[in-house]
């Protein structure tokens, strides 16, 4: 069973940065590929960024240029660097964990961006 426990959310003007951590129990994180997803008030959940057991990395586009993914697998755990945030990056940031055919989320850490 693996657990996913997020943290690092807060309110932050408009311009301002924030680093979320995502820490992960058992034993099999080095080998999986690990996600950062949002869900805005009446919206749906969506993806962010992700990152693979190699360190490979893909990005939603309005993430490009502002946010970066990345893993300690000495941690376990998988962080999310927001800088220039913007209202609309307003939502709960939850991350995912992928191993083969399973998943596992986390309960998520609300981000709130003041204009």
């Known amino acids: 069973q693996v657990q996913l426990v997020e943290s690092g959310g807060g309110l932050v003007q408009a311009g301002g940065s924030l680093k979320l951590s995502c820490a992960a129990s058992?034993?099999?994180?080095?080998?999986?590929?690990m996600g950062w997803y949002r869900q805005a008030p009446g919206k749906q959940r969506e993806l962010v960024a992700t990152?693979?057991?190699?360190?490979?990395?893909n990005y939603v586009n309005s993430a490009k240029g502002r946010f970066t993914i990345s893993r300690d697998n000495a941690k376990n755990t998988v962080y999310l660097q927001m800088n220039s945030l913007k209202p609309e990056d307003t939502a709960v940031y939850y991350c995912?964990?992928?191993?083969?055919?399973?998943?596992?989320w986390g309960q998520g850490t609300q981000v709130t961006v003041s204009s």
């Open positions: 058992g034993s099999i994180f080095s080998i999986s590929a």
């Open positions: 990152i693979t057991s190699g360190h490979n990395t």
């Open positions: 995912k964990l992928f191993w083969g055919p399973l998943d596992y």
